[in-house]
């Protein structure tokens, strides 16, 4: 029996809104169960590991993709267990359930919140840097959050840097002699500055 016939097996088994379909590997020694909630497990025959220990295994690992980026530290990052190849696919399914499932369920939840706070956050930054444009006058962008106004021609020019999350933004800002106490002026009404 190849990796994916026991994968559909096992898949049956573990309930409503499992599949598996076809992994990389020509050979059937790699499957994949996709479940609810975009969980993806990889099968892998641990024969073909090429390690001793592996040899008569299977090999399931909970796959976090993209996701793994986005993994609080206080959760694990590998999810994987090891079964008896010649186990039941019911067995393989309870053991998978029992020991894979609850920590790679909590760490998958975990990175979607962290990934959907920090589109919050870039989406907030990219639209403070287009009110900042707006405002100023792109002359040239180098990012959505990091772009060039003025001109050397009309006095002041720079470069504005909106930074990420809960850093200061940085302002870069190249000043005309005849008007540097003008500016300062003005950049002494703003905030706290003496």
Known sequence: MTTLDLAHTVAEHLGTGWR????KADDGSEAHLAGPNDQVLDLVDGTTTGRKTDRDRLIIIGHLGFLRNHVPQDHEQDHKITVGRCKPPDVIAH???RRLLPNYETALHAAWDEKHA???IAAAREQLAATVAARLGVQRQDQATDFHFGTVDAGVHGRVCVRPGASDSVFTVRVPHDRVTEF???LATF???P
């Open 191 to 193: 905030g706290h500055l």
């Open 20 to 23: 598996a379909y076809t992994g």
């Open 184 to 186: 300062a002026r003005l």
């Open 118 to 120: 920090s589109d919050g």
């Open 95 to 97: 053991e998978t359930r």
